[in-house]
């Protein structure tokens, strides 16, 4: 990149190693960029779609094949084998969650009805494999479930521990089909089926749901940290420490460290408290101003921040109204030059600072305007920038608005007259189209580039409502509403359950 004179020093100072998981929530605040809480409202509108879960917890589950025996007396042993065992007909009646303070969530589900069939063979001594009889079963049951899952800091991610699992039976019903056996033969089968049907089943349903409830926490957790990486830069959102549950919210606390050609930030003086946060939006995310400082540093070494304007944008650009006067080489080079350009980009590495004011960010940029010639630039000027941004979110989009702080011209030159420029009046104009022109232009881009980020596949998992951005000293909290479309859910559901 031109002009980059400023080497990976300043870069370096922000990387260093890295902390892993930490005991104790309050130590871990000032390792932690990203806070995320989830309050109960949100977790009302998740329960309403664990049902699904569940649902396909059931439908997914595969049920081994059983086998046993049994004296039965002047017959001898008798040897039987339960399989294709199978689910039907399953309907689910209602689920219940509450948050338990320091301790995890409890979660029950009622009600649910499935109707369950399969084989049952069955042989006198060992002739089970040889001389087997068959019966077709069919079992309607009606079963409580319930789930205790404890959160936890797992391989640096929220993991939920879902070991904590039972099944209650208030109905088992079993239809026998061929009446032809005796009674005692029935009666064996019975208390056989029902005793491995419902270990089966048990033990099945449970570890589905330790599944899917892994799967799930992993899948948000990446698609997160995806929606910060880009390219070379990726950002770490794996966990400080142990999410804290309370009666009202779930918070977990993420690293936010970016990585960038092999180097890693350290975020080791975050200012974050919970004070930070209300309750009575769904959801919130904190953000320290460390986690963006090496974010835009890394995407300033990587030459993110360059542009280019060609001719027809640029005059169309230019037709903005500026109180001074165009110096006569600009007016000639839009209206004369067969394709004039100008290249812009970042010359040292921007910083930024999160008050309440909104975000500042302070760039270094160079621009050279081209008139017809591509290898000299008919004008090359540096300026540095102030701008206060502060970010709001409308139609799935995000808007960023700039109000310009500090514009400065540092260096302003002709270079094919090897002249700097001194006149006040051309280096005002310089100024004043950097400001209402450029600076419009830069955040316009951004613009288009976040919500690129932001469409990238997965990130709109939720429904956004009503979200506000606000900017705090050193930080930054978003809160929204969310809904949670049925159709990305069960989508979601059968793609990784294929
Ligand atoms: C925080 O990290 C920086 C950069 O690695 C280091 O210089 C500083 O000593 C650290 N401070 C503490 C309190 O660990
Ligand atoms: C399953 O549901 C269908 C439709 O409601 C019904 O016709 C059938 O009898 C049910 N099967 C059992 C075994 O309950
Ligand atoms: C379960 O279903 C039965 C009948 O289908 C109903 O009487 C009962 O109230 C339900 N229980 C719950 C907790 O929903
Ligand atoms: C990063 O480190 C790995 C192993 O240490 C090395 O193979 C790789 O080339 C490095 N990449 C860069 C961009 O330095
Ligand atoms: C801008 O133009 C220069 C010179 O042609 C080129 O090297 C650079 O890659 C371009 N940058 C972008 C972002 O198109
Ligand atoms: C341009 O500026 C002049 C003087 O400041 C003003 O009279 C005029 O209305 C402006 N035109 C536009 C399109 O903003
Ligand atoms: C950030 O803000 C503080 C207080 O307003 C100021 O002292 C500091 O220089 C600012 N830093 C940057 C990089 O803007
Ligand atoms: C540009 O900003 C740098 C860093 O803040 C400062 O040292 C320099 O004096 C500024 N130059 C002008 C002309 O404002």
Known sequence: MPGDTLPLLLLLSLFGTTHGCLQDPSSAYKYTGVVCRLTYPAAAVLNEKTTKVIEAAFQHARYPSMQGEKSAGFFGKVSYGLENLEIYNLSIGRSDFELRPGEGIGLEINNVSAVFSGTIQYGYGSWLMNVGHRLDFEV?????????PK?????????????????????????LEGDKEPNWLKKLFTDFITFTVKLVVKGQICKEINKLADILAEFIQDTA?????????SVDIGVTTTPLITANYIESYHKGLTTYLNLTSVINASVFHPDHLTENRMLYFWFSDEVFKPLIAAAHHDGRFQLNISSEELKTLFETNLSSIKPEYVEKCLLGSASPELRAWSSSVPT?????????????????LYCGSRSKPTLSFQTNITV??????????????????QISVIRA????????????????????AVEKIGVPKVLSVLEVEITRLMDKQGANLFDIIDPEV????????????????????VDFLKRTLQ
């Not at 930024?352 to 050279?368: D, H, I, K, R, Y």
């Open 140 to 148: 309607e049951t009606q079963i409580d479930l319930g789930i205790n």
């Open 151 to 175: 959160l936890y800091c797992g391989n640096s991610k929220v993991a939920a521990d879902t070991s904590d699992c039972y099944l209650n039976f208030h109905k088992f019903r079993l239809y």
């Open 225 to 233: 940290a995806d929606f910060l990486s880009d390219g070379g830069i």
């Open 352 to 368: 930024l600072n999160t008050s309440t004011v909104g975000t500042s960010v302070w760039a270094q940029a160079t621009g050279e």
């Open 388 to 405: 206060d941004v502060t970010a709001s979110y409308a139609d799935k989009k995000l808007l960023l608005h700039g109000k310009p702080r």
């Open 413 to 432: 030159e002709l270079p094919q007259q090897n002249t700097l420029i001194n006149d006040e009046a051309q280096v005002e104009f310089i100024r004043e």
């Open 470 to 489: 606000l900017h705090q000293e050193g930080y930054i909290v978003t809160r929204m509403d969310f809904g949670f479309p049925h159709h990305l859910l």
